[in-house]
Nanobody
Framework: QVQLAESGGGLVQPGGSLRLSCVTSGSITNFYSVGWYRQAPGKQREMVATITRGGTSNYADSVKGRVTISRDNAKNTVLLQMNGLKPEDTAVYYC????????WGHGTQVTVSS
């Protein structure tokens, strides 16, 4: 069983930045894709950004140009750098490791408010 632990969430003003970190108990190179998803109150969980083992990244249209996903294979860590944060970015952010299996972290809260 793979454990995922997210950190880095918090309260930030509009226009601010946060860097989310996800540390896994196993090697992230084992997985075809790792990524970040979010769920706002009353809404479905949605993809924010993913990155494949080969380094191909994919972003939701709503975050393109403001968010960068990266992976540090040596540290089994997936990072999400978020800049220019908006109130609509407020959500619980989850880390996911996919194939083989499908593993999720418990989430970290991001609140963007003045």
């Amino acid at each position: 069983q793979v454990q995922l632990a997210e950190s880095g969430g918090g309260l930030v003003q509009p226009g601010g930045s946060l860097r989310l970190s996800c540390v896994t108990s196993g090697s992230i190179t084992n997985f075809y894709s790792v990524g970040w998803y979010r769920q706002a109150p009353g809404k479905q969980r949605e993809m924010v950004a993913t990155i494949t083992r080969g380094g191909t990244s994919n972003y939701a249209d709503s975050v393109k140009g403001r968010v960068t996903i990266s992976r540090d294979n040596a540290k089994n860590t997936v990072l999400l750098q978020m800049n220019g944060l908006k109130p609509e970015d407020t959500a619980v952010y989850y880390c996911r490791c996919l194939l083989p299996g499908d593993y999720w972290g418990h989430g970290t809260q991001v609140t963007v408010s003045s």
